[in-house]
């Protein structure tokens, strides 16, 4: 694909569900990213994939929280026993490896929780 | 650690009237810096950025931001309005190019005809 895609482009859930979340980068990039945006708020960075180095989880906000990667490709961010405060637009980007810093981002999942 | 501030939440200019979106940074070593704009609905889309090279940026749409070590600040200009550049900004920084990305909260602009 031309871009980066995530699904669902909205997903509801009930409070103590999980939900997955998938991202699908650009064919060839190596580093993809994780970040969750709250209604009128910034970016904040989840977690950070780059090639076969381990990730940086540094912006987990909790072990509900986790992701995982394939190779170089697809992403999962699963959240377990959701809470309200979980309520965002999740957003994932990816770049080349040299070029860490030209983020592509996808047009995120908008997860609600009730 | 890295941070970034954007000075003032939302800023209200006239149309064709200078632009000017504050952003200041923390590192411990020269940084790679990005602006980013978000337009209403739309997802997240590179302006300009600053990998040090030239301290004075172009980016796209007319903006341009310049890297002032001593400052420690890399502010958003633009010299005259259009109704079009009202949206989100986002700073951003980053220590090498190998490392994550930290945005700042966002400046939202709102352009008055």
């Known amino acids: 694909g031309a871009g980066v895609s995530q699904s669902p482009s909205n997903k509801v859930t009930e409070k103590g569900k999980d939900v997955e979340l998938r991202c699908d980068p650009i064919?060839?990039?190596?580093?993809l990213y994780w970040y969750r945006q709250r209604l009128g708020q910034g970016l904040e960075f989840l977690i950070y994939?780059?090639?076969?180095?381990?990730?940086?989880k540094s912006g987990l906000p909790s072990d509900r929280f986790s992701a995982e990667r394939t190779g170089e490709s697809v992403s999962t961010l699963t959240i377990q026993r959701t809470q309200q405060e979980d309520s965002a637009v999740y957003l994932c980007?990816?770049?080349?490896?040299?070029?860490?810093?030209?983020?592509?981002f996808g047009p995120g999942t908008r997860l609600t929780v009730t | 650690a890295q941070s970034v501030t954007q000075l003032g939440s939302h800023v209200s200019v006239s149309e064709g009237a200078l632009v000017l979106l504050r952003c200041n940074y923390s590192?411990?070593?020269?940084?790679?810096l990005f602006w980013y704009v978000q337009y209403p609905n739309q997802g997240l889309q590179l302006l300009l950025k600053?990998?040090?090279?030239?301290?004075l940026v172009k980016g796209i749409n007319g903006f341009e931001a310049e890297f002032k070590k001593s400052e420690t600040s890399f502010h958003l200009t633009k010299p005259s309005a259009h109704m079009s550049d009202a949206a989100e900004y986002f700073c951003?920084?980053?220590?090498?190019?190998?490392?994550?990305?930290?945005f700042g909260p966002g400046t939202s602009l709102s352009v008055i005809p």
């Open positions: 980007a990816s770049s080349r490896g040299d070029h860490a810093y030209e983020q592509y």
């Open positions: 064919s060839g990039h190596t580093a």
């Open positions: 994939f780059q090639g076969n180095s381990a990730p940086d």
């Open positions: 590192s411990s070593v020269p940084p790679y």
């Open positions: 600053y990998t040090s090279a030239a301290t």
């Open positions: 951003a920084v980053m220590k090498t190019s190998y490392d994550k990305v930290i």
